[in-house]
C-alpha cells in the first residue's frame, strides 16, 4: 500500500494575529468552520466533525490567503444525545453564537465573511441566520462539505476514510464493524431509530487513499466558490 505523506503547512490564523496585525490589514476576508461535538461510533471520536471541517478550512485558507478563525465547535446535534459524549445547543443559542462571532469581526473590518459548515445539522439553522447577517452589511456566504461527494453517511466510509488520512491515529480500527441497517423504531428522527451503535455506512470499506481523494476534491470545489464570488 502506498505510503500517504500529509503535510500541514501552518494556515493563516486569526487567533494568532496581534491586534496591530490585524488592524494594519489591507484584504480582510475570513473563514469561518463550524462542525460539531457529537458522536461518530465505536471508532471516531466526538470531534470528528470539527477536526475534519478544520483541516478543510486549513488548507483552504491556505490556497486563498484568507484567515480562518478558530473554529466553532458546538452545533446542533439533538438527533445524536442517545449517545453519550453528544453536546448541542439550542437552536436560538447556536444562531446567537454565530451572529455574535460575525458582527464581532464586522466590527473589525472584515465584512466579506465564508462560513465552511461541516455537520449537517447546522444547516437548516444557518440558513435561516443568513439573512439577518446581511441586513447588518455584512457579505456573508455559507459553504456545505457534506453532500459534495455524492454519498451520505454517518461515521461510515466517507467520514472514516477522511478520518484516516487526516487523523489516522484517532481512528480504533478494531472497532469498525460491517453496518447493519435496521427498520426504524419511533418517529424515525433520531439517529438510533436506525443504528444501534451510531454508524450509518459502511465503514469497512474506509482508507486513507479514498480519505485522500475526498479531501482533494472537496477542498478543491470550496476553493473555486470562494474565489469566484
Known sequence: MEN?????????????????????MKDK?????????????PHL??????????EIARKVGERTGFLVTPTIRFGISKEHM?????????????????LDICTSLQRHGFNRQYIINYH???????IELSPRI??????????????????????????????????????????????RYRIPEGDGWKTKD???TGVIGDAIEA???RGKQYFDKIVNELVEEIRNE
Request: aromatic share 8%.
Open 134 to 179: 446581511k441586513e447588518m452589511g455584512i457579505n456573508v456566504s455559507l459553504h456545505r462539505v457534506l453532500g459534495r461527494l455524492g454519498k451520505f453517511d454517518h461515521a461510515g466510509e466517507v467520514e472514516t476514510s477522511l478520518m484516516m488520512y487526516l487523523f489516522p491515529k484517532k481512528v480504533r480500527e478494531d472497532k469498525i464493524e460491517r453496518f
Open 45 to 54: 471520536p466526538l470531534s470528528t466533525d470539527s477536526l475534519l471541517v478544520e
Open 82 to 98: 442517545d449517545f453519550k459524549g453528544t453536546i448541542t445547543l439550542g437552536p436560538e443559542t447556536f444562531k446567537a453564537v454565530v
Open 194 to 196: 436506525y443504528s444501534e
Open 120 to 126: 449537517g445539522g447546522n444547516k437548516k439553522y444557518l
Open 207 to 209: 482508507s486513507a487513499e
Open 29 to 41: 476576508r475570513v473563514i469561518i468552520p463550524i462542525g460539531s461535538i457529537e458522536q461518530h461510533g
Open 4 to 24: 500517504l505523506l500529509l503535510i500541514r503547512i501552518k494556515m493563516p490564523s486569526l487567533s494568532e494575529k496581534t491586534w496591530c496585525e490585524i488592524e494594519g
